[in-house]
Structures are given as structure tokens and as C-alpha cells.
């Protein structure tokens, strides 16, 4: 074989490896770093406009919040299952304190749980119910707002 074979053979390698090496590191950094913004819907409670995320698909659901370093102002994330049932969430790998409503069929709070960052404490709906909205911890309670309140404009 010429030498130029084995030069253009090893540096073709090396520039196979070093590809495979970056997907391998693209693939690491999206399991461990937020998920890509989602769509966004516009809920009320009361006079409060939420600008939540709307997690629909199982993927979705399991990645959640996790790694994200803030949620500013009224920014959240709506949980949106299938069918009503009786739903837990934990916050492994979520750097962020939140509070969780869970929400009926007809946008009643059904009960509302504050979640400590970075723990695997399940924090589950006391009936089922069909939503589940995260925002930074103690945001209900500063709106004022508590169990069999309403969040219109659910999905």
C-alpha cells in the first residue's frame, strides 16, 4: 500500500473519532442540561396571567424543569396528561425550589405542594386530575391563590 493510503487512513479515523466524540458529548449535554423551550400557553388564575410551557408527550413530562437555573415573573410549566389520574412529581436533577398545582378537568385546584430543589420526595394530586402546573416556589401563595380556585384557559 503506498504511504499516502495509511496517512489518509489514519487522519480518515481520527476525523471518525473525533465526530463520533462530538455527537457522544451533544448527546450527554441534552440529557444533562434543559430541555428545548416548548410551546407556550396563556392561563388565568384570577387577575394572573401565566405564561406556561405546555409538556404534553411522556419525554416531555419526565424531563419537566430539570436543570433549569430560573423561572422568572409568571412563567411556569403545564403538565397535560391523557387522562385524569392520580399524579406524582420529585425533583431530581431540578436545581429549583417550586410549587406544584394540581389541576382537575375543570381548572378546580385540587391541592397545591411546595417541592424542595434537588430532592426525590414525591409530591402526588390528593384525587386525579388531568394537570399539574409547576411555578417557582411560594408564587400561589403570593397571588393569593389556594385549593378549588379556577385556571381557565386549559388546553
Known amino acids: 500500500m503506498p504511504p499516502f493510503a495509511t496517512h489518509r487512513s489514519s487522519w480518515f479515523q481520527g476525523l471518525l473519532a473525533s465526530a463520533l466524540f462530538a455527537a457522544c ?53 403545564l403538565f397535560v396528561f391523557e387522562a385524569p389520574e392520580r399524579q406524582c412529581f420529585w425533583m431530581h436533577n431540578t436545581p429549583l425550589p417550586l410549587s406544584i398545582a394540581f389541576i382537575a378537568d375543570d381548572g378546580a385546584i385540587v391541592n397545591i405542594d411546595d417541592m424542595a430543589a434537588e430532592t426525590d420526595t414525591s409530591h402526588c394530586s390528593l384525587e386525579p386530575v388531568r394537570y399539574a402546573l409547576e411555578m417557582a416556589q411560594g408564587w400561589f401563595t403570593a397571588k393569593g391563590i389556594k385549593a378549588g380556585d379556577k385556571i381557565e384557559n386549559l388546553p
Open 25 to 77: 458529548v451533544a448527546t450527554a449535554q441534552a440529557r444533562n442540561g434543559p430541555q428545548a423551550a416548548l410551546p407556550v400557553v396563556n392561563l388565568n388564575a384570577d387577575i394572573q396571567v401565566i405564561h406556561a410551557e405546555v409538556a404534553s408527550t411522556e419525554s416531555e413530562r419526565e424531563r419537566g424543569l430539570m436543570f433549569r437555573s430560573e423561572l422568572p415573573g409568571n412563567d411556569g410549566m
